[in-house]
């Protein structure tokens, strides 16, 4: 009788959920906003019915169903920490979105490479990455593999190419800010909880350009209003957050990556089916493969630094972190003169100061792990 290893089938069904909705979400907006589909070219509206019900899907759960429990956000944290994500993340939302009016699914996704370079990028400038020769190169190949895409693609946009680069650059910065000031201030937050702070606020953010820009256009336009399209698709897109709650809590960095690629790989070529207009040349794959090839190295070399961060103490580390307790217990219980408690003062808070550092880096350790794409990772 074969053995059932059941963990491990619930975790492949979560990263397969996980996958669809990924890919369902992206294909289904696509269609909702599309001219030649269902003809809502209106994405910063679309936007705001996701975040308005996701915050309050968000709310019930939190408040009402106590599902989740809230974190302690005090009105200083929120201005100073929620306020500036909640903008970048309604504006990469926002941008994102309206790339979908301009470009093809399969040549979005192929620009979405440029994701690990945007987060290279602000992280250097914001001080939580330094720059390394080894990951410069790493980008320098995928933003190589991006151009020739970009070079091969038949129905190529200069504005929707320049929407979906300023998303993901508002995306990586999001990214950067969440781990510089929310994690700083020792502050985690999941999807749900993240939804419930973050999602009324971007909602917020949206109103002023929605009032500029698409308020005008839909008072003079025939606009289809569909209950359940909307109601579905933010249902779609509320599900993915919670899917990858779910993976989060299974897997690791290492299969978050792998099931990254493979789901843009199984898009680009859903959206050809779908979308017969989408028309994929051979300089685009091979664009896109070069770009791949630097971003699998990206993976790898970041997955790398977090192992050596988790390595265990070399022996002689470990014998003089012993020979330092055995002093300091010995400074402690053994009766001294004057001038040897003043010593053993002096001893005990240099071993203060190193505790203090190994402290100190221990979160930025694990925080690294927030360069994978729209989602932070954590063990």
């Known amino acids: 009788m074969v053995m059932v290893n059941k963990p491990l089938v619930l975790t492949y069904l979560y990263l397969l959920i996980y996958v669809l909705l990924s890919s369902g979400v992206i294909l289904y907006n696509k269609w909702v906003l599309s001219p030649k589909y269902f003809n809502f070219p209106f994405p910063i509206t679309l936007t705001m019915i996701h975040m308005g019900f996701s915050g309050a899907v968000a709310f019930f759960l939190i408040r009402v169903f106590k599902v989740v429990s809230p974190v302690k956000m005090t009105l200083e944290i929120y201005i100073t920490c929620v306020v500036p994500i909640s903008a970048f993340f309604a504006a990469s939302l926002w941008f994102g979105n309206t790339a979908y009016l301009y470009i093809s699914v399969a040549f979005i996704q192929m620009l979405k490479a440029l994701m690990p370079v945007a987060t290279f990028i602000m992280a250097v400038m914001c001080g939580t990455d330094k720059g390394r020769c080894d990951v410069f190169s790493n980008m320098l190949l995928?933003?190589?593999?991006?151009?020739i895409s970009s070079y091969g693609e038949i129905h190529f946009n200069g504005v929707g190419t320049l929407y979906q680069v300023t998303g993901i650059f508002a995306e990586a910065l999001r990214l950067v800010l969440t781990q510089v000031l929310l994690q700083k201030k020792g502050l985690t937050l999941n999807p749900i909880t993240s939804l419930y702070y973050i999602a009324p606020c971007s909602f917020v953010f949206l109103c002023a350009?929605?009032?500029?820009?698409?308020?005008?256009?839909?008072?003079?336009?025939?606009?289809?209003?569909n209950f359940w399209i909307f109601f579905s698709n933010a249902l779609c897109a509320l599900a993915l957050n919670f899917s990858i709650f779910l993976v989060i809590g299974r897997t690791g960095a290492v299969t978050i990556r792998v099931a990254g690629v493979?789901?843009?790989?199984?898009?680009?070529?859903?959206?050809?089916?779908?979308?017969?207009?989408?028309?994929?040349?051979?300089l685009n794959i091979i664009g896109y493969a070069i770009a791949?090839?630097?971003?699998v190295m990206y993976n790898?070399?970041?997955?790398?630094?977090?192992?050596?961060?988790?390595?265990?103490?070399?022996i002689p580390d470990r014998m003089a972190k012993d020979w330092k307790l055995e002093k300091k217990s010995s400074d402690i219980f053994t009766p001294k003169n004057s001038s040897d408690n003043t010593g053993g003062?002096?001893?005990?808070?240099m071993n203060s100061s190193s505790d203090t550092n190994v402290d100190e880096e221990a979160p930025l350790i694990s925080s690294r792990l927030s360069h994978v794409g729209r989602t932070q990772l954590s063990k």
Not at 263 to 276: H, R
Not at 292 to 295: E, M, T, Y
Not at 300 to 311: E, T
């Open 292 to 295: 791949l090839c630097g971003v």
């Open 300 to 314: 790898y070399l970041k997955v790398k630094d977090v192992r050596a961060s988790q390595l265990p103490e070399s």
């Open 345 to 349: 003062g002096g001893g005990g808070n």
């Open 209 to 225: 350009p929605w009032y500029v820009l698409e308020k005008p256009g839909m008072e003079v336009s025939q606009i289809q209003f």
């Open 142 to 147: 995928v933003s190589v593999g991006v151009v």
């Open 262 to 282: 493979l789901k843009d790989w199984i898009l680009i070529a859903l959206s050809t089916v779908i979308f017969p207009e989408s028309t994929i040349t051979g």
